[in-house]
Nanobody
């Protein structure tokens, strides 16, 4: 049974930074591409950024230059460094491993997520 535990969220002012962490247990973590997702108020969950097992990263255009995804295969962890945060980044953030060719379907059940609130 794979477990996903996200942490690092909080309340931050616009322009601020947060670093999210996700710990993955119960899997051969290093083999999987990992993704960060978010679900804002009244919105569907969306893929935000991802990183392959080899460390190749990608992000949606609205966060490029602000968010950086990284991973530690030794620690079974994936990170999301978020800088220059905007109110529209407010959401619950989740991690998961997307199925090949998909950014919607995932291998594992969702964790509890971590709330990020950007507000003055």
């Amino acid at each position: 049974q794979v477990q996903l535990v996200e942490s690092g969220g909080g309340l931050v002012q616009p322009g601020g930074s947060l670093r999210l962490s996700c710990t993955v247990s119960g899997s051969n973590f290093s083999f999987y591409t990992m993704g960060w997702y978010r679900q804002g108020p009244g919105n569907q969950r969306e893929w935000v950024a991802g990183i392959t097992s080899g460390g190749i990263a990608d992000q949606i255009s609205s966060v490029k230059g602000r968010f950086t995804v990284s991973r530690s295969n030794a620690k079974n962890m994936v990170y999301l460094q978020m800088n220059s945060l905007k109110p529209e980044d407010t959401a619950v953030y989740y991690c998961n491993a997307p199925l090949p060719g998909s950014r919607i379907r995932n291998y594992w059940a969702w964790g509890q997520g971590t709330q990020v609130t950007v507000s003055s």
